[in-house]
């Protein structure tokens, strides 16, 4: 625990006593609560704040519950600034007219705005059959995977073509090493991850929000680097849906 911590807590504990002892002369408070909540203070609240301050420095923000819907290429598209990365199988969540829009939109408005798409190989068919086998029971599930793939990089190259200068700042490469997680990396300032597992959607999972990935000490950091070696060996997407070269 670093010495900016330990003072930022005491300092803490020093002014939520303070704020007590200014309430208890307005209002009538029993001696035995007065000392409890004043040992509470003391102890519970440095405690509290080291441990929010730990998290911190690794960059842990929070985890949301799948219900908060909080992994939202939509929604980030219309808050993040300067650019959205996502790491996937098919981004198929993108495959609707609104997500489109804000695409296209954010191209248009904000010329310096990047997006970077990573989808799984639609080729790789014998890992995909073993991928869908093992989290619906179904291998032909994979057919299902691999059209929403090409839906995505359809619409992606149809989006590029109709935007002209615009549209190369979106950009669809394809990977072949079967993803564990999903993840988008916003502004590169957050990372947000969620996984795949057995029986259930990432939608359908808790999401991890991370931040500071510049800073090594993050644990953003890994994950923003894992997603530049993947997007530097991965196969650049040309006009012909049906084939990638290096």
């Not at 248009?108 to 093992?134: G, Q, W």
Request: charged fraction near 25%; include cysteine.
């Amino acid at each position: 625990m670093d010495k900016k911590t330990i003072v930022i807590s005491l300092l803490l504990g020093v002014a939520a006593n303070i704020l007590f002892a200014a309430l208890v002369r307005i209002t009538s408070v029993p001696q035995y609560i007065s000392w409890g909540l004043t040992g509470v203070l003391l102890l519970i609240l440095p405690l509290f704040s080291v441990y929010y301050f730990q998290l911190k420095k690794y960059g842990l923000v929070r985890v949301w519950e799948a219900r908060n819907s909080k992994f939202s290429l939509g929604q980030h598209l219309l808050t993040s600034e300067r650019s959205l990365y996502f790491l996937g199988v098919s981004a198929r969540t993108i495959m609707q007219p609104q997500v489109e829009a804000a695409i296209r939109h954010k191209l248009l408005t904000n010329h310096e705005y990047v997006i970077k798409l990573l989808l799984f190989d639609r080729n790789e068919t014998e890992k995909l059959r073993r991928r869908a086998l093992e989290e619906t029971g179904d291998p032909d599930t994979a057919d299902e995977w691999a059209e929403s793939m090409l839906a995505t990089i359809q619409m992606v190259l149809r989006i590029k073509r109709s935007l002209g200068k615009a549209g190369e700042r979106v950009e669809i490469r394809t990977y072949n090493s079967f993803p564990v997680f999903r993840m988008l990396i916003v502004d590169e300032r957050r990372v947000l991850v969620n996984f795949y597992a057995a029986g259930r959607y990432p939608s359908h999972t808790a999401c991890l929000e991370l931040r500071n990935p510049e800073n090594t000490t993050s644990f953003a950091y890994c994950l923003h680097k894992h997603f530049n070696e993947l997007w530097r060996d991965a196969k650049i997407v040309n006009d012909d849906p049906s084939a990638t070269t290096h």
